[in-house]
């Protein structure tokens, strides 16, 4: 499959199911060519070389599920589940489906002859090393959940689409991706049919959650969403999206603004993922905010909301945890294996991590 649409294919079935025109339906699908997909809320300029991308021709998407950024290419088999919440044997909080979605892949992989086992919160490890990367969102009461089953991986051309302050922490990067994230290639010695992998991922799904599957074409109303999606995908307003928000506030970290006037970035590392906050401060109010990394958040549109509404608070923990835990309790957010409380501590010094 086209690249892109391996991307674009899930949010336009994902949006047709939210309004009852589609089925629940899992998609398996393979990449035709490579590509840097990056998570909803990261931002392109910092996580990616774009220059790199762009001399080798890769392009770039920005998908709708949070999570880092990562290269798709033909050694990887996606599967992408768009069901009902709360419906079956499906949780209705992301986070629990997890687990339960996960199981599947995880019979199936073994199998195939690898001592698979799940990792919460999304991933799917052989000897502690990572052989297949999850991601979810939800459209209301429609959940998207999405993996792959790395067959085999271009670990240099991964590393070399990654921004890194120098070749030095670039050369660090790929010994520590190398010693993370396994292949079926390395782990059995060959690469596996992939009929063959499609075939046990078909089966597994049927007998664990108890569901009966067709095989079937995307409807015209689903293909026309898909080219939508497509084009859209495609825009630079689409990949830059989070720079474009906050392009005021990221131009002026670069500055040094006296007086009582600063611009703060600080990182914080939860288990749900990294998240970076971005804010200036004047007498210790926040004036601006941007987060932005490798978490999940959704709805993942109340995110701009969320930081317009810490801005005029002052830097103070309780403060803080306050107008967060009102906003994820009132607004039913929910960022899997991140609690509430890890937005408030990312903007406060003596609590995030360097």
């Known amino acids: 499959m086209d690249t892109i ?77 768009i069901a009902k919440r709360g419906y079956g044997a499906i949780p209705y909080r992301v986070e629990d489906a997890f687990k ?43 959940l998207i959940l999405t993996g ?10 991964m590393c070399a689409t990654l921004r890194v302050p120098s070749e030095k922490f670039r050369d660090k990067v790929a010994k520590s991706l190398r010693e993370r994230v396994t292949t079926l290639r390395k782990e059995l010695g060959f690469s596996p049919a992939r009929s063959e992998i499609e075939r046990l991922l078909v089966t597994n799904f049927e007998r664990e959650m108890s569901i009966s599957l067709q095989e079937a074409n995307l409807t015209s109303h689903e293909e026309r969403l898909l080219a939508e999606v497509r084009s859209r995908y495609l825009t630079e307003e689409w990949l830059f999206e989070a720079e474009v928000d906050h392009r005021n506030l990221i131009n002026r970290r670069e500055l040094k603004i006296s007086g009582s006037t600063r611009v703060v970035e600080k990182r914080r590392k939860t288990s749900g993922g990294v998240i970076n906050a971005l804010f200036e401060v004047e007498d210790d109010i926040i004036t601006d905010l941007a987060f932005y990394g490798d978490f999940s958040f959704y709805p993942r549109e109340k995110l701009k909301d969320f930081e317009r509404s810490l801005i005029g608070l002052p830097l103070k923990r309780a403060e803080l945890s306050e107008r967060v835990l009102g906003f994820f309790s009132q607004e039913g957010v929910e960022a899997p294996g991140v609690s509430a409380e890890e937005f408030a501590l990312a903007v406060l010094d003596e609590n995030s991590d360097q």
């Open 5 to 81: 649409n391996t991307q674009a294919i899930y949010d336009a079935v994902g949006q047709a199911h939210s309004c009852n025109l589609a089925p629940s339906t899992l998609i398996i699908c393979e990449p035709a060519y490579p590509a840097v997909c990056i998570g909803y809320h990261q931002v392109a300029s910092v996580d990616v070389d774009k220059d790199f991308c762009r001399r080798r021709k890769i392009p770039i998407v920005r998908r709708i599920l949070g999570g880092g950024g990562v290269l798709l290419d033909r050694g990887q088999i996606f599967y992408q589940i």
């Open 148 to 157: 792959n089953v790395i067959v085999d991986f271009d670990y240099e051309t």
């Open 100 to 142: 339960a979605m996960l199981r599947p892949v995880v019979h199936a992989l073994q199998e195939i002859g690898v001592a698979a086992k799940y990792r919460a919160l999304n991933d799917i490890q052989v000897g502690g090393r990572k052989i297949s990367g999850n991601g979810a969102t939800a459209i209301d009461d429609t």
